[in-house]
T-cell receptor
């Protein structure tokens, strides 16, 4: 069954405490994996697209990596303004897209 | 700036009325647009995939006659919630696929409240 699973469901960190969010997938014909940030009451904001295993992308305190089974979103020295829900989505065969349920990240000052 | 515009951002309507939500791609042609529904603190639930010039593909459990989707041009898709009821109250979000840049951009969402 095609599936995208994100973990943990929720994460509370102290400001400056680095961590990683996981997005594991079981689909065939992966064409791209997307990471988004979503603030309450707003649409998701695009962060990264990863296309193939071994690829990495960085933006400020965020770094996304991809393997054949999962992707990680590493957050280094997070700040309170990084608090949000982080969503991953997988684009695969026949233009299908599946979203994970997201990780709610809360950074404490 | 925003590359996908969604309008309106918030709408309150009476039970039994219909509501139309627009989704426009601003600087690219979107042959495919997606419509999602989101409940509080839950992830996005894909409702339907809209292809320009053809009928939308609905996900299992989504009523076609209830949620009418029209994708008449390469930059505009609309979702009409017909005969809205309180249980249709939700946050609706659209996204548009930019094939050239292989990115999926989202609208800012529409909060629908049916009284």
């Amino acid at each position: 069954e095609d599936q995208v699973t994100q973990s943990p469901e929720a994460l509370r960190l102290q400001e400056g405490e680095s961590s990683s969010l996981n997005c594991s997938y079981t689909v065939s014909g992966l064409r791209g994996l997307f990471w988004y940030r979503q603030d309450p009451g707003k649409g998701p904001e695009f962060l990264f697209t990863l296309y193939s295993a071994g690829e990495e992308k960085e933006k400020e305190r965020l770094k996304a990596t991809l393997t054949k089974k999962e992707s990680f979103l590493h957050i280094t020295a997070p700040k309170p303004e990084d608090s949000a829900t982080y969503l991953c989505a997988v684009l695969y065969r026949d233009d299908k897209i599946i979203f994970g349920k997201g990780t709610r990240l809360h950074i404490l000052p | 700036g925003a590359v996908v515009s969604q309008h309106p951002s918030r709408v309150i309507c009476k039970s039994g009325t219909s509501v139309k939500i627009e989704c426009r791609s601003l600087d690219f042609q979107a042959t495919t647009m997606f419509w999602y529904r989101q409940f509080p603190k839950k992830s996005l639930m894909l409702m339907a995939t809209s292809n320009e010039g053809s009928k939308a593909t609905y996900e299992q459990g989504v009523e076609k006659d209830k949620f009418l989707i029209n994708h008449a041009s390469l930059t505009l898709s609309t979702l009409t919630v017909t005969s809205a009821h309180p249980e249709d109250s939700s946050f609706y979000i659209c996204s548009a696929r930019d094939r050239l840049r292989e990115k999926l951009f989202f609208g800012s969402g529409t909060q629908l409240s049916v009284l």
